[in-house]
């Protein structure tokens, strides 16, 4: 009885301190979720210095463009020729051999593996070769990202693609990165055309099934993976200056495998890869 009469004088005390115990951890979730998801923010997110500026103009670029730039392929066909040259809106430069025998790889990248400091994971993080590369060239060659470990040798062939394969990989680049926009989209899309180049894959469902990607396809694209699709593989161009062929999410798996690959560069936390060699 004496209890129960010091639960009622008290209540309201207890309703306070149980309010300011709730917003106390809250608060303290919060804290540690943001220093999780800022951790080692700047190895992980691509500066905007590094992103073409025209990038906007040419993801917008609508379907009578699409039309234009495949009106005079062929039907049902996949291909893997021999590398065409990519066109330079600014000419030839200096040391820029894009368009030469794409068997000629360099092995930009690092053996240098610092540790991560993200929380998600407990594996070391792959870390680019730093350079001294030229941003302007390589977005006058199209790519959509600089990065400061170009491959000039890399040229991949022109892969065209069947309506069920363009179909497909439009749907693996909404389901693998689909919150990545044109850009995020284009790096995917450049993956399943590097593996077919480089691999011998002659169809993007062998890609998705031979790389392992887990990736929805189940989703409808958007416009920008439809129009990264149009980008990579009807224009024939590529989101970066380097084959690449593997992708995840350090904060959504831990990938000691990807990590021992040649990292090339990360866009939006999506991390990408070549393989050694």
């Known amino acids: 009885m004496n209890f129960s ?53 040419i993801s917008e670029r609508g379907s009578e463009a699409l039309t234009q730039d495949t009106s005079g392929m062929a039907e049902n066909t996949v291909t893997s020729s021999t590398p065409e040259t990519k066109a330079s ?68 062939a022109k892969v065209t693609l069947t309506d069920e394969d363009r179909n497909l990989a439009e749907r693996i680049c909404m389901g693998e990165f689909g919150t990545g926009g044109f850009i995020g989209a284009a790096l995917i899309a450049q993956c399943v055309k590097d593996a077919m180049c480089f691999e011998g894959y002659t169809s993007v469902a062998d890609v998705i099934s031979g790389n392992h990607y887990d990736g929805s396809v189940d989703i409808a694209p958007n416009e920008e993976c439809r129009q990264a699709v149009r980008y990579i593989f009807d224009e024939n161009h590529d989101a970066v200056q380097h084959r690449v062929l593997y992708m995840y999410n350090p904060y959504l798996v831990q990938s000691s495998f990807h990590e021992s690959q040649n990292f090339i560069l990360s866009y939006a936390g999506v991390r990408f890869f070549d393989r050694w060699g």
């Open 89 to 156: 809106t600014a000419g030839t430069t200096a040391g820029t051999t894009a368009g030469t025998t794409a068997a000629t790889r360099a092995t930009a990248g690092t053996t240098t593996q610092p540790r991560a400091t993200n929380a998600l994971q407990d594996i070391p993080f792959a870390t680019a070769a730093a350079g001294n590369a030229d941003y302007s060239v390589q977005w006058d060659l199209g790519y959509l990202i600089a990065i400061d470990n170009p491959d000039v040798s890399y040229a991949c």
């Open 5 to 57: 009469k010091f639960i009622k004088n008290k209540k309201t005390l207890i309703v306070v301190a149980s309010v300011a115990l709730v917003a106390v951890v809250l608060g303290i979730h919060t804290i540690v979720s943001a220093n999780i998801l800022s951790a080692d923010s700047s190895q992980e997110l691509t500066s905007t210095s590094n992103i073409n500026p025209r990038y906007k103009e």
